[in-house]
Structure formats: C-alpha cells, structure tokens
C-alpha cells in the first residue's frame, strides 16, 4: 500500500483482504507473491511487472524470497518476463536457483532411492511433499526448494524403518541419538516425526508414523487410504498420497506452521490452480470428511487472496462468513507477512501452541489437543516412565520447558 493510503490498508488489513498492508515493505511483498503464482500466464507476467516496476529495494526482494524459501520460483518468473534486474540481485537469485535445482536432484535420486530400499525390506512408504508434490505441482522437481525428504510409513512399521535408515548411515539428530528401546517407545508412543542425517551425503530424512499431531485429523489419511504413483521425467516413480488426501494433508500441514512461509502455500495452489472450479469445490468438501475443513477453508482464501486462485463464489462467500476460518486466515497473514521466522519470540511461541487449538471443533477436540500439548517430545526422550507413571508428564511440561530455556540462554551468554 503506497503512502497516503494509510487508513485504506489498516481497514484492508482487518477485513484480511489485503496482500500488502500486513508487512512494512508492501511492494517487495506483492512482487514475492507474484511471483509465486502458477501457472505461468500472460495474466501472472503482468501481475509481476506491475509490481517489479514499484521496486525500489532489490535487496529486499532477495531476502523476502529467502524468507519464504521461493528463490528458485522468484528467478522463474522474473526470467519468464525479461525484467531487467540490479546484476548483483539476478546473479545472486540465478546463483541461488541453481542451487536449489541441483539439490533437488540429489534429493530426488535419494527419494527414488530410499523407497526402492523400502519397498525390498518389506516396508510400505510414501513421499510426502518433496519431489513427488513438485512433479505434481510444477510439473517439474526444479522450482520448489526442500530441505529434506518426508518419508512416511505405517506406525507398526516405524522401528524398522528406523533401523533401516540407521544401517544405510543415517543418524537421527532430532531427538539426537542414540536412543535406547524405552526412549524409543515413547518417542513412537508420543511423536509423530523425527529427523536423521546421513553421515556421509548430509542427506536429511523427516521419518513420520503420523501424518498430523492430533488423532482427529486426517482421519482415515495414510496406512488404509488412496495412494498414487508420480512418474518423473526419466521414469522413474515415486509414490505419495492420492491428489484428495495430498490436499487435505498439505492444508493441515501448513495449517499448524500458520502458514508462515510461502512455499507451503505456493505448492498447494501450484497443485490446484489449474483445476475447475467445481474440482477446487469437491477437494474441500473431501478435507471436511478427513476433519480437516478448518485448515482447508484457511488455505484456500490465503490462495484467494495472496495468489489469485479463482474460487467458486458460493464457496469463497461460504468460507468468508465462518468467523473461525476469518480468525485462522487472519493470523496466517500476520505470519506470512512477518518479516522473519523468529522461533524464539514469545508471541510466536504463544502462536504455535494456540493455532492447533483452532483447527477443530468440539469439547472432544480441544481435550484431544491438550492431552498432546501437554506432553513434549523432549521431556519423554529425557525421562521414559513406566507407563504406569505416564500421568506425570504433564505435570513435568512446564518445569522442564523452564530448564530447557534457562540452560539455553546461559549457554547464549557464555
């Protein structure tokens, strides 16, 4: 929002229509977010040259795409549309994109390669995210930039998987190792995720039993439900969630982050932008009987609004009138417009243990919830009860949180 219009924005920003009027560089913003809209078309490269032509700051660009993890996106669309950039921000932004186009090679080959290796040991998998939404998405594996490979398999099925990962040379880092057969119960009993390096490749692995940290969401998503094969350009395939329950699962996933980064919301519309409108209709629909409609209803007016997606009036009129999704929405673009991811700061704390109560409905719902917030991952890994003395966990939450963050700020000091 330009100067002058100061009153317009603070009122845009209430009614959470406004791309621009939540962070302190609006121009760099709308840039971003132009960019970030697929498919490519005559209508996005207007969108992004209108807004290349209010830059004034290209420094800022290039952080605010780092901030989101949309560089490799950013470099495709200013490309498409010839705009002449600074040379040091276009070399830097092409540098960075082919970074992230041959990571994702590599991450692909190990994607392919992992589930190949799972598959021999018996072990049913799924690519969550990573290099199968890109290829569904994209179209491509060399835009959207990942960090690691979401692996997923069937709970009963997460010990073993875990030991295969450890003699291919992975070592788990988030809880760090090594963990011994109770902590390692109890880590099954209560995460849904942990996170391992390769000693040798650096690969990172996300291993997942559970696709979300409440019970009731998703329900009937992953171990009984549709799966799908993605073919890669070279042929070879990975599998991951069928396109309704990817849906449902991305919204939900980007769901408990409040969105606060682009990428997730980029790949959700980049997965369904060039679907009907009655297709955008049923995939919400489908979220509802997978108790995920809250966390759909957000994703698709953030899409909406943020990047242009069309939605069918009834249901974008539907969505606009339930004060839960406005309120989810609402904090979402305060997210995605902060200016950094900052784990640290109290309000975002207060955020990420507030949101997931949002997510649902029902005293059964929030019950649910604080029986899982009420126990840290941390706290089970440290000190495996006996499962006659799992009650104490809660009662623990808070005084080890407590210790946790003054031995951290000591060790900050020292």
């Known amino acids: 929002m330009r100067r002058g219009h100061n009153g317009g924005a603070k009122r845009a920003a209430r009614r959470g229509t406004s791309v621009s009027s939540r962070t302190k560089r609006p121009d760099e913003s709308a840039l971003v977010a132009a960019c970030c809209r697929w498919p490519p078309s005559p209508e996005r490269d207007e969108a992004v040259i209108a807004a290349a032509g209010k830059i004034a700051d290209w420094a ?8 989101h993890r949309v560089e490799g996106l950013a ?31 590599l991450l692909t080959d190990e994607s392919v390669r992992l589930q190949r290796a799972f598959a021999a040991a018996g072990i049913a998998s799924m690519i969550l995210k990573g290099s199968a939404l890109a290829q569904l998405a994209y179209g491509s594996v060399d835009f959207k930039q990942a960090r690691d490979i979401d692996l997923w398999v069937a709970p009963d099925d997460a010990l073993a998987a875990l030991r295969h990962l450890e003699g291919d040379g992975y070592a788990l880092v988030l809880p760090r190792g090594p963990l011994d057969a109770a902590q390692r119960a109890a880590v ?16 990172r692995v996300e291993l997942q039993w559970r696709l979300a940290a409440h019970p009731l969401l998703l329900r009937g998503v992953g171990a009984t439900g549709a799966r799908q094969t993605v073919t890669l350009p070279d042929g070879r395939a990975l599998t991951t969630l069928a396109d309704d329950d990817l849906f449902a699962y991305l919204c939900v996933h980007g769901a408990y982050h409040a969105w606060s980064r682009l990428k997730w919301l980029a790949d959700l519309n980049a997965l369904i932008a060039s679907r009907h409108p009655g297709d955008i209709a049923h995939l919400y629909r489908h979220a509802e009987t997978r108790s995920a409609g809250l966390c759909a209803g957000q994703a698709l007016l953030l ?21 839960r999704i406005a309120r989810l929405t609402r904090i979402a673009s305060a997210a995605i417009h902060a200016p950094s991811v900052d784990r640290g700061r109290l309000a975002t704390v207060l955020r990420n243990v507030g949101v997931p109560f949002l997510l649902g409905r029902g005293l059964a719902f929030y019950s649910v919830q604080a029986q899982v917030a009420s126990v840290g991952l941390a706290d089970v890994v440290r000190l495996p009860l006996p499962r006659g003395l799992h009650f104490l966990y809660p009662l623990l939450r808070l005084p080890f949180w407590l210790w946790r963050r003054g031995a951290t700020l000591v060790r900050g000091r020292g």
């Not at 495709?76 to 090679?105: E, F, K, Y």
């Not at 899409?303 to 004060?323: E, F, K, T, V, Y």
């Open 303 to 323: 899409c909406q609004r943020i990047l242009g997606l069309p939605l069918p009036a009834a249901l974008a009129a539907r969505l606009s009138a339930d004060r």
């Open 75 to 105: 470099h495709a669309a200013l490309q498409g549309t010839g705009i002449g950039l600074p040379p040091d921000i276009g070399n830097a932004l092409a540098s960075r994109a082919q970074r992230i186009a041959s990571r994702n090679g």
């Open 188 to 203: 099954l009993r209560y995460g849904r995720e942990i996170e391992l390096v390769h000693g040798v490749s650096k690969m």
């Open 60 to 67: 800022g660009v290039l952080q605010l795409a780092a901030r």
